[in-house]
């Protein structure tokens, strides 16, 4: 096995998938930079160089799976084989059930879900074969709370957790651990690509992103964590936790406090100043 940790990523060309790059090469680990843009991890990889990393830059679109397919058998023959697998890169959307067209849905689970399931399935054989390794999965909080207004987001990042649970069950004969990680809001570029159907939604995210008080570095440190110390869940924010809890202990509570929050941030309707006739 090589000295260095050998640290494969999606969506590694910007925001948290950079983050993580960058978190790791100040370790002097390996890092297999991969997005669908092979501009941004072109750039991702300069940096990594710059903060004591090696590694590679290549395309990779994770709603192809011959992608993964390719990257494993690329790292299985360059590196033989691979330390981290971390399966960043995701989309969001947002609208309600019955208000999203059937084609948000399609797009989201085909990112969000399938390619975390394609990048553990193509590296799931390489990691049993080694007997060593981690999974990292990134999900969102948005797949515990399940809130209003996010439908398809919430499922697919839903999917993820169970996948993950179920990837974790069926890794621990062979010595591989999984991790499933579920940010809350905090800065990022996410909301670039986003679709969504109520007006004002990107400008609300975007506000709450900076009020978290959290960084996507800040998330890269905590994901490195968890895989050192092989944790499961990592629920990146404070509240988040507190909110975990009680939806576990208290779902009608939670069920309320939800319901109140989607009050509070419906637009205001506009008051109807009386008719003179």
């Known amino acids: ?9 999606t969506g590694a060309g910007s925001g948290l998938g950079r983050a993580i790059a960058l978190h790791y090469a100040r370790q002097g680990a390996q890092l297999a930079c991969t997005d669908r843009d092979l501009a941004s991890v072109d750039e991702t990889l300069a940096q990594v160089i710059k903060e004591g990393g090696t590694g590679l830059a290549f395309a990779l679109d994770v709603t192809r799976e011959d992608d993964f397919i390719a990257a494993a058998k690329r790292l299985q023959s360059e590196w033989q084989g691979v330390d ?3 399966n960043n890169a995701g989309v969001a959307t947002a609208g309600d059930i019955d208000a999203a067209p059937m084609s948000d849905w399609e797009w989201v689970v085909n990112i969000n879900l399938f390619g975390v399931v394609r990048g553990c399935k193509a590296f799931a054989p390489l990691l049993k074969a080694q007997r060593s390794g981690h999974v990292v999965n990134v999900a969102s909080f948005a797949g515990i709370a399940n809130p209003p207004g996010m439908g398809s987001y919430n499922a697919s990042k839903a999917a993820v ?3 993950s649970e179920t990837l974790r069950h069926e890794l621990a004969e062979f010595g591989v651990g999984v ?3 579920c940010p809350a809001f905090f800065p990022t570029n996410l909301m670039n690509s986003a679709r969504v159907i109520q007006p004002g939604t990107v400008g609300m995210v975007h506000k709450f992103m900076k009020k978290s008080g959290v960084t996507a570095e800040g998330v890269a440190a905590q994901i490195a964590r968890a895989v050192s110390k092989k944790e499961f869940l990592v629920l ?7 909110q975990a809890l009680l939806k576990r202990i208290a779902p009608e509570s939670f069920f309320k406090m939800m319901v109140k929050g989607r009050k509070r941030l419906a637009p205001k309707k506009p ?7």
């Open 161 to 163: 957790v169970a996948v």
């Open 1 to 9: 096995m090589s000295s260095s940790l050998r640290v494969f990523i």
């Open 179 to 181: 991790t499933v990680v």
């Open 271 to 277: 008051r109807v100043l009386p008719t003179a006739f």
């Open 236 to 242: 990146t924010h404070k509240d988040t936790r507190q």
């Open 84 to 86: 981290v697998v971390i």
